[in-house]
């Protein structure tokens, strides 16, 4: 254990003295889950929303469904993609297979599930508290969606975090569908897992501390500008 | 239509071109993690990128899968090690036509103690069967990759079927050669390697090569350009330019001229 922690400090090291490749790497990570958290926010908070005030037939499968997708394995959602992105898939001609695209589409089908559970729940309970003021003003219940998603923005926050911390942390279905490729689709969690099996394990663990600091990073960047816009929202009031 | 929109979504995100530098011609090769894992391919290749401007992007996994890759028009060009599965390949029209690359050699690694009692041996099916009677732990690839069709060749040769012991003594892991020489470190277990992955690996911990010299052990690696009359979006130009390069004087030399831990691993042999 002595000479993994050297091993450990050296490769901390390493990364620090600003190695661009590394910097490369993790910057793309970023580049490519925060890109598809942000098409995640697109889809899920409006189909949630819509599925917290709409009343119609087979609505509670659909929510029991939703909720399920919270926890479709990874490599599924990977194989799933390549299946549609291969050349001899429905979706080959795009040439999107091997690309950070593939990956964003990808994590976008892990994420959008959970922003959308996540938003319906957050949702439903502010539509129950403001549903008479919103009867009274005559307003109906698919038109009250953007209000509601604008009165639940902070809430709705932790739906996108959560959301961005599985996309970050992912392997299965990028190593799949980016093939970890060198200066074009490598990312934090592929890099990870390529030093782990040459036997370099100091290293890879030093990437995973990266990988936690930056998970660190955001969310106290996402929670300081939600305490802010809070602050505001309270002396507005 | 449907095409047409999602394309046109596509460009309007800025993603199928700005994020990757899309604009310099470049070839998929879908490779063996051998190649990859020891550096080989990162050693030799800005060689070629400078000379030919053609960018190669290396999807590193196991051959069975490259190969299945391949056939599904995902890749230019295959390099990988499994001869028959390659011959094969070529003779059912995927391939334009298999060429020998390189060698390197198989090694058996195991524990110091070596409870087998097979150290120092060169016949790799004693050794084998030394261990199936010991039913000591064998950490096999289980992933179909060329190591692990090998691997099951000397299984056969020596007459023996190690599957019945599946999850007892003999531990199919499922994963690369890394992986499986991680775990093969964890468990004290012996393991079929390719040598060039096994000096590159940085986690040997109780592990040594006990097994080595066997002429079965030979590891051949062949190149094999993807037939563009099967797929058309084929770049077979480039791909062609690449094979071209390994196989010639200059991807020999550079081939040669790698080395780990002082020596040599890989020796050009194409014709």
């Known amino acids: 254990m002595q000479g993994f922690a050297s091993e450990f400090s050296a490769a901390v090291a390493l990364i620090f003295e600003g190695d661009s490749e590394l910097w490369a790497i993790v910057l793309l990570s970023l580049k490519v889950s925060v890109f598809a958290v942000l098409i995640s926010a697109l889809i899920g908070m409006p189909v949630g929303a819509a599925l ?34 291969s050349r001899s898939g429905p979706l080959g001609v795009l040439e999107l297979l091997y690309t950070p695209t593939a990956m964003i589409i990808a994590q976008v089908v892990l994420v959008t599930p959970i922003v959308a559970a996540l938003t319906r729940q957050v949702v439903e309970m502010l539509a129950e508290e403001y549903s008479e003021q919103l009867r009274s003003l005559g307003v109906s219940r698919l038109a009250s969606v953007p209000v509601l998603l604008w009165d639940a923005r902070l809430a709705l ?81 | 239509m449907f095409r047409a929109l999602i394309r046109a979504a596509v460009m309007a995100l800025g993603l199928s071109t700005s994020m990757v530098s899309a604009e310099e011609p470049f070839i998929v090769v879908q490779s063996t993690t051998s190649t990859q894992n020891s550096g080989l391919l990162e050693y030799i290749l800005p060689w070629f990128e400078a000379e030919s401007g053609i960018d190669v992007r290396v999807v590193a996994v196991g051959t069975g899968q490259a190969i299945r890759n391949a056939i599904n028009g995902d890749a230019d060009v295959l390099l990988v090690h499994a001869k028959p599965a390659e011959e094969q390949f070529v003779a059912d029209g995927w391939g334009v036509e298999r060429k020998d690359l390189m060698y390197n050699d198989f090694i058996l690694v195991g524990p110091k103690s070596d409870p087998a009692g097979i150290r120092g041996g060169a016949d790799i099916l004693a050794a084998l069967s030394a261990i199936a009677a010991a039913e000591v732990p064998f ?55 390719d040598r060039a992955t096994w000096l590159s690996f940085g986690n040997k911990g109780n592990l040594e090569v006990l097994v080595e010299g066997d002429p079965r052990l030979f590891n051949q690696y062949g190149v094999i350009l993807v037939n563009p009359e099967k797929h058309v979006h084929v770049r077979a130009a480039s791909g062609q330019r690449f094979v071209e390069w390994l196989t010639g004087p200059d991807g020999q030399e550079a081939i040669a001229s790698f080395r780990l831990e002082g020596q040599q691993v890989f020796f050009p042999n194409a014709q």
């Not at chain 1, 609505?59 to 549609?84: D, E, H, Q, S, T």
């Not at chain 1, 040459?198 to 300081?224: C, E, F, H």
């Not at chain 2, 599946?166 to 093969?184: D, K």
Request: no cysteine.
């Open chain 1, 157 to 237: 926050v932790t739906a996108l975090l959560a959301g961005f911390g599985r996309a970050i942390a992912e392997v299965g279905a990028v190593i799949i569908v980016g093939g970890n490729i060198n200066h074009v689709t490598r990312v934090m969690t592929t890099t990870i897992a390529l030093e782990t099996s040459k036997g370099n394990l100091a290293l890879a663990l030093a990437l995973g501390a990266i990988l936690i600091g930056i998970a660190i990073a955001v969310n106290a960047m996402v929670s300081a500008v939600s305490l802010r816009a809070e602050q505001e929202g309270l002396r507005h009031a």
């Open chain 1, 52 to 85: 917290a005030v709409a009343r119609f037939p087979g609505r509670r499968m659909l929510i029991v469904l939703m909720n399920a997708l919270m926890g479709f394995p990874p490599v599924v959602v990977g194989l799933l993609v390549y299946l549609m992105l």
């Open chain 2, 139 to 193: 950490a096999s690839r289980g992933d179909d990759s060329g190591t692990h069709k090998a691997e099951l060749g000397h299984w056969s040769a020596a007459g023996l079927d190690p599957t019945d012991a599946s999850g007892a003594w003999y531990r199919e892991t499922g994963s690369g050669m890394g992986a499986t020489l991680n775990v093969a470190s964890g468990m004290d277990a012996y393991t079929l390697t």
